[in-house]
T-cell receptor, first 115, second 119 residues
Framework: AQSVTQLGSHVSVSEGALVLLRCNYS??????LFWYVQYPNQGLQLLLK??????LVKGINGFEAEFKKSETSFHLTKPSAHMSDAAEYFC?????????????FGTGTRLLVSP | GAGVSQSPRYKVAKRGQDVALRCDPI?????LFWYQQALGQGPEFLTY????????KSGLPSDRFFAERPEGSVSTLKIQRTQQEDSAVYLC?????????????????FGPGTRLTVL
């Protein structure tokens, strides 16, 4: 069965600092991997996704993530944090076993950005 | 509309009441998903439709939960005899394509959710 582990329920950074949010997945077949962001009282917005091809994926708002099969990881990074990046971030996986339909999410990481 | 819409945005129910949550997907989207997000948790899959067919309902927590999409567009999630543990945000998402394999690369677009509080 698929699963996603997000280390750190809260991550605090200063404005301008590097953002690193960790995601490890478990899947018996090649996965599709996603990062979503959720602002208060809003739905989930896709930041980026990996399906096939290049393992370094660039998304919106300056975020990127790298799929590392050997480490079963898909960590999210941003070189310089902005105050507007403060939100909840979710990593998710889907794979062929479920027809690439349902998403399995991690428990989320809340990013706090201080001035 | 431009995005997925859900109504109501907030619902308060007394324990034992029935509730109905509505989802309007993006026009033309074939696939529709329901997820449940408990406080402080990630969303958990409930059920999935391709057009009007409910292809996967493995995530529905009990037979009190029922979902339908009779005309392949709007969907309703119904919860009968609500319990306090049903309190959560219910998220709906839609996707342009159905099927599997490469079609799975289509993005799921989420609505704002319905926050259900059962007293």
């Amino acid at each position: 069965a698929q699963s996603v582990t997000q280390l750190g329920s809260h991550v605090s950074v200063s404005e301008g600092a590097l953002v690193l949010l960790r995601c490890n997945y478990s899947s018996s077949v090649p996965p599709y991997l996603f990062w979503y962001v959720q602002y208060p009282n809003q739905g989930l917005q896709l930041l980026l996704k990996y399906t096939t091809g290049a393992t370094l994926v660039k998304g919106i708002n300056g975020f990127e993530a790298e799929f590392k099969k050997s480490e079963t990881s898909f960590h999210l990074t941003k070189p310089s944090a902005h105050m507007s990046d403060a939100a909840e971030y979710f990593c998710a996986v889907s794979d062929r076993n479920t027809g690439f339909q349902k998403l399995v999410f991690g428990t989320g990481t809340r990013l706090l950005v201080s001035p | 509309g431009a995005g997925v819409s859900q109504s109501p945005r907030y619902k308060v129910a007394k324990r034992g009441q029935d509730v109905a949550l509505r989802c309007d997907p993006i026009s033309g989207h074939v696939s529709l998903f329901w997820y449940q997000q408990a406080l402080g948790q990630g969303p958990e899959f409930l059920t999935y439709f391709q057009n009007e067919a409910q292809l996967d309902k493995s995530g529905l927590p009990s037979d009190r939960f029922f979902a339908e999409r009779p005309e392949g567009s709007v969907s309703t999630l119904k919860i009968q005899r609500t319990q306090q543990e049903d309190s959560a945000v219910y998220l709906c998402a839609s996707k342009l394509a159905g099927g599997s394999g490469n079609m799975g690369t289509d993005t799921q677009y989420f609505g704002p959710g319905t926050r259900l509080t059962v007293l």
